[in-house]
């Protein structure tokens, strides 16, 4: 979502009088890529872009295209496949050995549902979503959006029924994953969107700005519970919102919500754990060693903490934390292992994919 909101941020800065633009999205990737499915990158008519669709190879050439689509104003797809050994093919050489299929959009500013305002809407959606995009067909056929609102879709898609439209949307979000299609005329992408990432860090001590600045490069939305005339000034910079730890029924809930309990304090710990626990929350991570979360459950007589599933302590993965940072960044990489079904393990010992 980081990626989506820099290029929206950059697409409501353009002077659209004076300069066009176009997007690419990574609409299909089969084998090894450095980016997935989702990818995107905003090109200028006057060469400056925002985002990346790959580590770096293809971004040179995704420009060139981009700006063509603007000319004619015309989507276009490309496969960049750096499988084979062929000198003359973009990428080969700097790691990418797959296939890449790349939709170039020309953005009409005029339309109210072009592919950035459909983006604009998604990121508001608090739960998992998808946009239907035929990415393959006939020239009236490629790039046409349709965003999913929750209903069952009525009309069909090219020769797609909406009967298998909508078992298609539910395939995706079961999985929560992106899925393609293709049917006899069409090629349909059904991309999967997860809500933003919602933090919510407990606590107000110096400790607090650590894991605030890793949330805040990782584009999470960051809420504090504590005192707040004990937070500094960055805290507050960087929180969507501040609040006493009396107010925390105030807070927004999804299920992409993670919950960090640092306050240092074990009676606020106490008083929190369960008010929390009781919330339809992803994570809830509690900082201390195990005798201190073994006390917490002999505290907590009501609540059994070791079939809470989603509840960790003590929190995050064992790198050998010591500093602030440290610690920050081994709770962070674990609430992204949990949310990604992921056992944070070196991938060296990984005998499958990295990605499906």
């Given at each position: 979502m980081k990626e989506i909101r820099k290029i929206i941020a950059a697409y409501d800065d353009l002077d659209h009088k004076n300069i066009q633009c176009a997007i690419a999205s990574v609409v299909n990737v089969e084998h090894s890529s450095y980016r997935r499915i989702g990818a995107r990158m905003l090109?200028?008519?006057?060469?400056?872009?925002?985002?990346?669709?790959?580590?770096?190879?293809?971004?040179?050439d995704a420009l060139r295209r981009s700006q063509q689509a603007i000319f004619h104003s015309s989507p276009s797809r490309v496969t960049y496949d750096t499988m084979d050994d062929d000198e003359h093919q973009i990428g080969i050489g700097l790691g990418c050995n797959g296939r890449i299929e790349v939709l170039f959009s020309p953005i009409d500013p005029e339309d109210e549902q072009n592919p950035i305002e459909l983006l604009r809407d998604i990121i508001q959606i608090e739960t998992p979503t998808v946009l239907l995009k035929t990415i393959d067909g006939s020239p009236a056929l490629i790039d046409q959006r349709i965003p999913y609102q929750g209903d069952l879709i009525s009309e069909p898609i090219a020769d797609i029924p909406a009967e298998l439209l909508n078992s298609l949307v539910q395939e995706s979000l079961a999985k929560s994953k992106s899925i393609i299609h293709q049917s006899a005329?069409?090629?349909?992408?059904?991309?999967?969107?997860?809500?933003?990432q919602r933090l919510i860090i407990v606590g107000d001590n110096y400790d607090v700005n650590a894991f605030t600045s890793i949330a805040e490069v990782l584009g999470w939305e960051i809420f504090i519970v504590g005192t707040p005339k004990k937070l500094s000034k960055e805290a507050y910079q960087k929180a969507a919102k501040v609040c006493h730890y009396t107010e925390?029924?105030?807070?927004?809930?999804?299920?992409?919500?993670?919950?960090?309990?640092?306050?240092?304090?074990?009676?606020?710990?106490?008083?929190?754990?369960?008010?929390?626990?009781?919330?339809?929350?992803?994570?809830?991570?509690?900082?201390?060693?195990?005798?201190?979360?073994?006390?917490?459950?002999?505290?907590?007589?009501?609540i059994d903490l070791s079939k809470v599933q989603h509840f960790h302590s003590p929190v995050g993965l064992d790198i050998g934390a010591e500093t602030p940072e440290e610690i920050a960044l081994a709770i962070a990489a674990e609430i992204i292992a949990i949310n990604r079904a992921r056992s944070g393990a070196p991938l060296k010992y990984r005998s499958t994919p990295i990605h499906s």
């Open positions: 090109v200028r008519s006057d060469g400056i872009w925002v985002g990346g669709i790959s580590g770096g190879c293809l971004e040179g005329q069409v090629k349909l992408l059904v991309e999967h969107f997860r809500p933003e925390v029924d105030q807070l927004p809930i999804h299920q992409h919500t993670a919950v960090v309990l640092m306050t240092h304090d074990y009676n606020w710990d106490k008083k929190m754990l369960p008010i929390f626990i009781s919330r339809p929350v992803s994570y809830i991570g509690m900082l201390g060693p195990k005798k201190r979360m073994e006390k917490m459950q002999a505290d907590l007589p009501d």
